[in-house]
């Protein structure tokens, strides 16, 4: 006679938790987001407008403030699209095509990464500065490199680089070659291929490094520091500003200064949340 065989008894979830355990874990989390991130933020806005909306537009309409504006801005829109191109270019090559050195490359992009803003401005400094390498030359052309704005883009490209190629080379290399190969053999040209096969393929997460790359161009503070000089109304940025406003015990117009970054910092955390919904539904196929 065959005995019944007894339902085997379901494994616990690896997952699962306790209900107390889950709760102390969102807390914990929520505890850490509040202490250091939303107090820190709601600081800066309360003391931008302890004085009153006059006191804080005053402080943002003094010139100093509006030039470490414009060359923030500017600095920006030089280094951002530099950086865009070289991260498509490289991405591609390192995801499309097999080459020597290709180890190497990669290397290389992830080395502002682990190299301090301070070093990376140091290292300006030593090759274009007044005793530098290239200083003679450069000193005897006329040409002022170093505590000018072609050093504060040098130093914010330095910085900032890797973020677009960082974001497409591990898309580009999960998407592989063979709608590249398909449009070639199709007799599509190589320009042609990128602009109606890759680029739509890459689109968001090109936005999205692009988003990254200008909220760290426009927030660099170490290496920009070091190539800057801090001359006032001509090589400060926003962050050299509000340190200057800060030394100097104007606090209300620091505050003023910094909450335009802690915006810019808010604006792309939700454009980043934007970007990162619209590129799960396309991955989805939605």
């Known amino acids: 006679m065959i005995e019944e065989a007894k339902p085997v008894p379901h494994s616990a979830d690896a997952t699962s938790e306790p209900a107390w355990a889950r709760r102390l874990l969102i807390g914990a989390a929520l505890g850490f987001l509040l202490i250091f991130l939303a107090l820190p933020l709601l600081a800066?806005?309360?003391?931008?407008f302890r004085r009153g909306a006059a006191a804080f537009a005053e402080a943002l309409a003094e010139p100093d403030a509006r030039a470490a504006m414009r060359l923030t801005l500017m600095v920006a829109a030089i280094s951002v699209p530099l950086n865009c191109v070289f991260g498509v270019a490289?991405?591609?090559a390192i995801t499309k095509f097999d080459f020597r050195g290709k180890g190497l490359l990669?290397?290389?992009?992830?080395l502002p990464f682990s190299v301090s803003p301070v070093?990376?401005?140091l290292i300006y400094i030593l090759i274009f500065g007044a005793n530098g390498w290239f200083g003679p030359f450069l000193r005897d052309h006329g040409i002022q490199i170093v505590f000018a704005v072609p050093g504060i883009v040098l130093a914010t490209?330095?910085?900032t680089f890797p973020f677009v190629a960082r974001e497409l080379i591990p898309l580009m290399a999960e998407q592989g070659r063979d709608d590249e190969e398909a449009a070639r053999s199709l007799g599509a040209s190589g320009f042609s291929t990128f602009f109606r096969v890759t680029l739509p393929n890459i689109r968001w997460g090109?936005?999205?490094g692009v988003l990254l790359c200008?909220?760290?161009?426009?927030?660099e503070?170490?290496?920009?520091s070091v190539v800057s000089g801090h001359i006032r109304g001509e090589t400060n940025t926003l962050p050299l500003h509000v340190e200057i406003l800060y030394n100097e015990y104007n606090f209300v117009a620091a505050f003023a200064t910094a909450s335009l970054l802690a915006g810019l910092a808010l604006v792309t955390l939700v454009l980043k949340s934007v970007l990162e919904w619209r590129y799960d539904l396309r991955g989805q196929g939605h």
Do not use: P
Request: charged share 10%.
């Open 221 to 224: 503070f170490g290496a920009v």
């Open 214 to 219: 200008n909220a760290r161009a426009m927030g």
């Open 157 to 159: 490209v330095f910085v």
């Open 206 to 208: 090109l936005l999205y």
């Open 106 to 110: 990669v290397t290389l992009i992830d």
């Open 90 to 92: 490289a991405a591609w």
């Open 44 to 48: 800066v806005f309360s003391e931008a």
């Open 119 to 121: 070093v990376a401005g």
